[in-house]
């Protein structure tokens, strides 16, 4: 018998051709072991098949069987295609539509029985009931029948059959790391049984022992690693600074306020951290306009007085030219640069010499070399990937570093993406701040709104009007701001309306957010380019177009840049929202200031792939787990984790080790 290697490329599974390999990549199946670990989306009971008469308006979701009578492919104008069946069984007959699968006519033919479920709708164009399909197979005998996430030309019945094939031949590839004293102890089942039961199950608690072992692991050794690197980081001795208590309270003393409790609060754990011998690894949370800025000057302060030399990366042009000027004001004397594309090809290397480096991802470029780095700040962290980062820090000798977000993260989120951090939280906003008046906005008040805008600039106030990426297109995108501010200036012509977006050079963006600043621009409409972290107090209102088409959370931080002065501030949210989700967004704003409690429901909405957009933000993506329902599996495998690395700290790292090596091969 020859020996397989373990990773062994799905094309020489039988069955499997380089034709269905390369249709096999796009769902990120490459090889046998990537396979069986394709667990299935849902599982479909038999036992819940319905007659076709049965079937009736209001019923969220039915399943049946039935023969294929008629086939038929409809094209709408958006591209869109449609497919029409119509099936029956001996109790009657029904229609069934497949959205945007045209493939499908090639697969079904008049007198196939399949097996389709999904929701059973009116049709409006030719009346009578139809099912809107949601999944499909073919005929199976099955008692419980899994359901996978399909791609074009990988038909239910076909990965079926792979995987029985796999399962029975390849079951070897299933590693089972975790001791028997760990299994016991944790009343978990062994995983090859475990992975079988997950594809062909007997019944749904089968279902339910063989889901928790496996979700069980995929927390447990993630928090294991987690854990063990944050001992591996506090036992590395670090950059130990001075406290300069006087020169830290004379500057405090000339701030034109005193910090929020919360300020000094977490400025004392940071201080701490700088002060003892092992490297800082700290996440600032706080909510928009919360003043986490001035707790990073502070800290770069000790940073600069103790002879080393502080960094700050932010996610964009423009804030990195924020806080380089905010700072250059707060600390005189002390020799700022930035750093951003823009600047570096203007000038040779302006970084030896420099006590604190502001700017953008252009910090972590090769040719900045920083020789003394004691101090790294990330703003907006959420929006770089854990290697730009990681970039940074590897330009010093184990800086303290210091992570700031104004996202707040749920917990079950923080458990995962910051297991290994400190946490701090600015939890109370500076005093005198008046919350924000959020109002919806629909299309027959938008005259009036206007009116209202008119009066507050009067008044001296400044307004932002941001639009939203409507179409897939930047160009088109572009298109509608330009076309908004045309509009817009037209409306308010006695005053200057100005645009910002993505695609101006960083001089002609710089020039406009300075007259905005100035006030020679009373109305700004940008893209979104101004969502994070811009800080004008006279603006004090918020216009935001097609607010339906946003995420919540991006809308929340698009809300904090106002407020942030004396005045009432005000959030305008035009919108004509159609689905339930954006109705569900829109009152979470109006109902909601509290930047945490906005996170938890968008989290809730949209899920947690798409919480955070970016695949580079950090999170892990598990094979079967499932961060928001699995919350409870994962806090007990957090502190089963922790057990585990106290009570058999060698076992640990050893199956810590085996496991990196089997998640790096694959
Ligand atoms: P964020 O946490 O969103 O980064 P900033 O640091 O930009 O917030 O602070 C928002 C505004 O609040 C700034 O104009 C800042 O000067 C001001 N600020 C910060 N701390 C205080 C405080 N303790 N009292 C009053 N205003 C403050
Ligand atoms: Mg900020």
Redesign the pocket.
Known sequence: MVKMSKKMPIQYLKGVGPKLAKIFAKIDVFTVEDLLYYFPREYEDRSKIMPIRQISIGLDKVLIIGQIDHIELKQTRNRLSIIKIIMSDNSGQIKAVFFNQPFLMNVFRPGMKILLSGRPEVDLYEGGMQIIAKDWDFETTLSIIPVYSLTDGLYPKKIRNLMFFALENYSDLIIDNFPDSLKSKHDLISKAPAVKSLHFPENFTQIEKARYRIVFEEFFIFQMGLNLNKKITAAEKGIALKIPEKLVSSFMANLP????TS?KKVFDEIKIDLANDYSMNRLLQ?D???????IAVLSALIAINNGYQAAVMAPTEILANQHFEKMSKLLPGYKIRLITSASLKQSCLPVAGADLLIGTHALIEEKIKIKKLGLVIIDEQHRFGVDQRAKLSEKGYRPNILYMS?TPIPRSLALILYGDLERSEIDEM??GRIPIKTCFVSEAKRKSSYEFMKKKIKEGRQIFVVCPLVEESEVLDLKAAIDEAKLLQNIFSEYKVGLIHGRMKSQEKEKVMEEFKNNIIQLLVSTTVIEV?I?I?NASIMVIEHAERFGLSQLHQLR?RVG?GDSESYCFLMSEPKTKEAKARIKAMIDHIDGFKIAEIDLKLRGPGDFFGTKQSGLPEFKLADIIKDEKILRYARSAAEQFILEDFKNASDLWESQRKAIKSS
């Open positions: 306020f005193s910090l929020t300020q706080g928009v306009g919360s003043g986490k800025t001035i104004a500076p005093v972290g800080d107090p904090g942030r």
